[in-house]
């Protein structure tokens, strides 16, 4: 409904700020990453944002640009995370961070934000894969041959392996193994240790 929004900034006071739009002041709560980009008050700034319409109440999310509001979007989708975890996940990683831990699938870079435990961190790489990311070049992240360990990688946790056992199984296997292949040598590997 609301998009984006220009006008005078009129107060920071984080995680919120105000802006004057010709005489109405918009209360506005934004990621850490986004306050630290914003000029001095008094000075005209834009925003690009997200409106939640909740039975209570409704609030405006601004973000200082579309792939970070994106980003946003993306994990307020995930079940369990609200706008407040999001705002917490964008206010301690880049967008680009987020995106190279989801491609890479790296629980550690997410549990260093407060508020995100081990499993809230896998339910955002399990949901967020293939969908916040994907968009990276290969050579920040995952390239072709990356994407069928990641389907073996998310085989073994899907059989009850912890991210790192999976890992360590997948060091093992030989390059441009075809999936199925991989998930049975895996297994195997697994077994022995």
């Known amino acids: 409904?609301?998009?984006?929004?220009?006008?005078?900034?009129?107060?920071?006071?984080p995680p919120m700020v105000c802006i004057?739009?010709?005489?109405?002041?918009?209360?506005?709560?934004?990621?850490?990453?986004?306050?630290y980009k914003l000029?001095?008050?008094?000075?005209?700034v834009t925003l690009y944002t997200h409106l939640a319409v909740r039975e209570d109440a409704h609030i405006l999310y601004g973000f200082s640009s579309p792939s970070?509001?994106?980003?946003?979007?993306?994990?307020?989708?995930v079940t369990g995370?609200?706008?407040?975890?999001?705002?917490?996940?964008?206010?301690g990683m880049s967008v680009e961070e987020l995106a190279s831990a989801i491609t890479q699938q790296e629980t550690g870079r997410l549990t260093r934000v407060p508020g995100i435990g081990k499993k809230t961190a896998e339910r955002l790489l399990l949901e967020l894969r293939g969908k916040l990311g994907a968009d990276l070049p290969a050579g920040a992240g995952a390239g072709p041959a990356s994407a069928g360990r990641d389907d073996i990688a998310n085989a073994l946790m899907a059989l009850g392996y912890s991210s790192?056992?999976?890992?360590?199984?997948?060091?093992?296997?030989?390059?441009?193994?075809?999936?199925?292949e991989g998930i049975?040598?895996?297994?195997?590997?697994?077994a022995r240790g």
């Open 39 to 44: 000029p001095e008050n008094g000075a005209k």
């Open 68 to 77: 970070e509001r994106s980003a946003f979007r993306a994990l307020i989708k």
């Open 1 to 13: 409904m609301i998009g984006r929004i220009t006008g005078i900034l009129l107060e920071k006071s």
């Open 184 to 190: 049975r040598l895996a297994l195997k590997s697994l």
């Open 164 to 180: 790192s056992e999976s890992q360590a199984a997948l060091k093992q296997l030989p390059e441009g193994v075809e999936v199925t």
């Open 81 to 91: 995370i609200g706008a407040r975890t999001a705002l917490s996940v964008l206010s």
């Open 20 to 35: 004057d739009v010709s005489g109405v002041g918009y209360e506005i709560d934004v990621p850490m990453s986004t306050l």
